[in-house]
Every structure is written in C-alpha cells, then in structure tokens.
C-alpha cells in the first residue's frame, strides 16, 4: 500500500463495550507502534512490536487494553469495557528496520469517543 | 525520568521572518533526534533529523542544531512561508525503538 492504513477513521462507542482499532503498517516494516494522541499533545507511547512479538507494552494504560500483531503485518489494538477517559486519537506507526533511529510513517488514526 | 521539554507552546511569527523552536533533553545516552510537523488534521511527518555525532544538518530553509553538552537541541525556520503553519514536535531516542516526545510547538505564520 501507500502507506501506514488504519480503521476505522471514526469510532463512536457507549460506555463499557469492546472497540478493536485496526493498523496495517507498510509491507515489509518490521516495527510497529501504537500511540495515543490528545489534541494539540505528542504521541504517548503505548506499545511496541517487532515483526510479531510484543517486545513492550509498558505505556498501555491498564489490563483493558491489548494488542496484537500474530503474523508479523496487521495488527489490531483491543480496548475492552471502553471507558470516557479512553476517547482519544489512536495512532499507529511503523518503520523498517527496528529501531529507533529511523523515520516514523504514521497512520491517520482512529479517533475514538467513548459516550 | 527522561523526559524532554519544548519551548515555546505557541510561536508567532510573520510570514518571511525566521522560527526557532528549542528542546532540552536529560538522557544523556539519547543520540537521534528527529523533529515532526503535524499539520491541522493530519498525521505528523518527519522533516528532519540529526544524530549524536553531528553538530548541525540544513535542509533548505530548515535547519537543526545540536548541543551535546548541554542536551540542547533546535529547529531553525528561515523565510517562513504559511505552509509553515503547524504543530512541530522534537523528540530524543530513548532506547533501542523507543522516541521520547517533546509537548509541540504550535507556529503560526502572520500574513
């Protein structure tokens, strides 16, 4: 593809349900990030992958959420028994070769809301 | 813990003057810094970077500099444009894959 692709673009969800937020990096990157994004802030780290092993998942917040990235490619970010304070720009990232002295491709986020 | 601090939170600047926007860093062991641009509603991209081993790197009309000594890092602006206009972030590696994010600078270009 293009690029780094996620949905979906828009997420409106009531309280206390299950969202699955999507990013399909560019073919072939190895590492693969998820960030949170308040408006006007910097990325919060939240998950790190390289190809599919989870090598970090120290900033996600609490055991609601979960990610995966089974075959190396797509991975899908989990957010169970969705709470207000979870409504946030979700974004994903990936780069080519593993480490973090390189360029970010970013995605164009999901933004969710939780009412 | 490491953190890094961008100043200011907001620039002004009129349309052809320059912009500089400052970081400081406290990991001592970061040694790749990259700046990104987020323009309103879009994802944040990169538009320059520098490494540990070098002091400063030009771009066209931007620039970074970097101050080892003192874990200072700039982005320089010249002739700014209204394409300029954006939210611009400095980060500092952290570890292998990870980047520690700066707060952003929002830089407005006055016609």
């Known amino acids: 593809g293009a690029g780094v692709s996620q949905s979906p673009r828009y997420k409106v969800t009531k309280r206390g349900q299950d969202v699955a937020l999507r990013c399909d990096p560019i073919?072939?990157?190895?590492?693969l990030y998820w960030y949170r994004q308040a408006l006007g802030q910097g990325p919060e780290f939240l998950t790190y992958?390289?190809?599919?092993?989870?090598?970090?998942k120290s900033g996600l917040p609490n055991d609601r959420f979960s990610a995966e990235r089974p075959e190396g490619s797509i991975s899908t970010l989990t957010i169970q028994r969705t709470e207000q304070r979870d409504s946030a720009m979700y974004r994903c990232?990936?780069?080519?070769?593993?480490?973090?002295?390189?360029?970010?491709?970013f995605g164009s986020g999901t933004q969710l809301s939780v009412l | 813990g490491e953190n890094v601090e961008q100043h200011p939170s907001t620039l002004s600047v009129q349309e052809g003057d320059s912009a500089v926007i400052k970081c400081t860093y406290s990991?001592?062991?970061?040694?790749?810094f990259p700046w990104y641009k987020q323009e309103l509603g879009k994802r944040p991209q990169l538009i320059i970077d520098?490494?540990?081993n070098v002091g400063e790197k030009k771009d066209q009309r931007i620039a970074v500099t970097l101050n080892k000594t003192a874990k200072h890092f700039s982005l320089h602006i010249t002739e700014t444009q209204p394409e300029d206009s954006a939210v611009y972030f400095c980060?500092?590696?952290?570890?292998?894959?990870?980047?520690?994010w700066g707060a952003g600078t929002k830089l407005i270009i006055k016609p």
């Open positions: 990232a990936s780069s080519p070769q593993g480490s973090a002295n390189e360029k970010l491709f």
């Open positions: 073919s072939g990157h190895v590492s």
């Open positions: 992958f390289n190809y599919e092993a989870q090598q970090d």
């Open positions: 990991d001592s062991a970061s040694n790749y």
């Open positions: 520098i490494r540990s």
């Open positions: 980060a500092a590696s952290r570890s292998n894959y990870q980047l520690i």
